[in-house]
T-cell receptor, first 112, second 115 residues
Framework: AQSVTQLDSQVPVFEEAPVELRCNYS??????LFWYVQYPNQGLQLLLK??????LVKGINGFEAEFNKSQTSFHLRKPSVHISDTAEYFC??????????FGTGTRLTIIP | NAGVMQNPRHLVRRRGQEARLRCSPM?????VYWYRQLPEEGLKFMVY????????ESGMPKERFSAEFPKEGPSILRIQQVVRGDSAAYFC?????????????FGPGTRLTVL
């Protein structure tokens, strides 16, 4: 069985400051890792994914994430946030069953 | 290229009524997934379908819920005799399904409110 833990339910950050959203997972098999963003009253949009290869993954909107197998983590980072980054961010894991297991989400609020 | 379409976007039902949620996958996608998002929670997998087949329904409640993806037309998630606890956002996603991982593209969701 797989599980995803997002340690922070809410993260307030000043505009132009860096941010890290934490994600830890547990799985007994090799996994694929994803970060999705959800804007209010909308569906989910894929930010980035880790399938294999380089552990540093770059995504859209200036976000990147690093896969750390020994720490079973996949933290999301951005060096300088904008007001438009205000949204809910979900970490997810998938294996060969193809279904996604999501964390409970982190609400990122950007303070002007 | 249109994305994943879901309708209705908002649905209000009284307890005991039926709710039918529709999902049209992206063009060329033959795999559909349904997820439920309860208030203040993440998305929970419900069911995974291919055309005319249910592949994995391990997340579906055993009673009142059913899903189909016919050869023609959208995928349907049906909830019979709705209760207040069914109030949630229901998201559909689709994928090509050709590789072991899948990039799932999500629709805007249907927000079900049970009065």
């Amino acid at each position: 069985a797989q599980s995803v833990t997002q340690l922070d339910s809410q993260v307030p950050v000043f505009e132009e400051a860096p941010v890290e959203l934490r994600c830890n997972y547990s799985s007994s098999v090799s996994v694929y890792l994803f970060w999705y963003v959800q804007y209010p009253n909308q569906g989910l949009q894929l930010l980035l994914k880790y399938l294999s290869g380089s552990t540093l993954v770059k995504g859209i909107n200036g976000f990147e994430a690093e896969f750390n197998k020994s720490q079973t983590s996949f933290h999301l980072r951005k060096p300088s946030v904008h007001i438009s980054d205000t949204a809910e961010y979900f970490c997810a894991v998938s294996d060969r069953t193809k279904k996604l297991t999501f964390g409970t989400g982190t609400r990122l609020t950007i303070i002007p | 290229n249109a994305g994943v379409m879901q309708n209705p976007r908002h649905l209000v039902r009284r307890r005991g009524q039926e709710a039918r949620l529709r999902c049209s996958p992206m063009k060329g996608h033959s795999h559909v997934y349904w997820y439920r998002q309860l208030p203040e929670e993440g998305l929970k997998f419900m069911v995974y379908l291919q055309k005319e087949n249910i592949i994995d329904e391990s997340g579906m409640p055993k009673e009142r819920f059913s899903a189909e993806f016919p050869k023609e037309g959208p995928s349907i998630l049906r909830i019979q005799q709705v209760v207040r606890g069914d109030s949630a956002a229901y998201f559909c996603a689709s994928s090509l399904g050709l590789v072991s991982y899948n990039e799932q593209f999500f629709g805007p969701g249907t927000r079900l409110t049970v009065l």
